[in-house]
C-alpha cells in the first residue's frame, strides 16, 4: 500500500504543476495525496518558499524536494524509511 502524501506549493507555480502531473500516474495507483497551498500558512511559506514543490509523506516526514522523477518517487514512495537528506 501507497503512503499517504502532501504536496506543498502554490497556485501559479509552473514546477508544482509539472509536480502535479508527474503524480498523477502514481494517484491513479492508489497514492493519495494532499495538495496543500503554502500560501496559506506562513510558517509553511518560510519553510517550504524556496524549495517547492516539495513531496512529503505523512507516515514518515520524509520529504523529496523538486526537481523528481517517476523513478524517484517510486523509491521515495516504496523505501520505507527513506529520507532526502
Known amino acids: 500500500m501507497l503512503p499517504e502524501c502532501q504536496l506543498f506549493g502554490t497556485l501559479g507555480c509552473h514546477l508544482c504543476e509539472q509536480a502535479e502531473g508527474l503524480l498523477m500516474s502514481f494517484v491513479e495507483h492508489g497514492l493519495q495525496v494532499e495538495l496543500v497551498d503554502i500560501a496559506e500558512d506562513e510558517s509553511q511559506a ?37 529520507s532526502d537528506y
Open 46 to 82: 518560510e519553510r517550504y518558499g524556496l524549495r517547492i514543490p516539495v513531496l512529503r509523506r505523512r507516515d514518515s516526514g520524509d520529504e523529496l524536494d523538486w526537481p523528481f522523477g517517476a523513478e524517484q518517487v517510486a523509491s521515495f514512495l516504496l523505501r520505507p524509511g527513506f
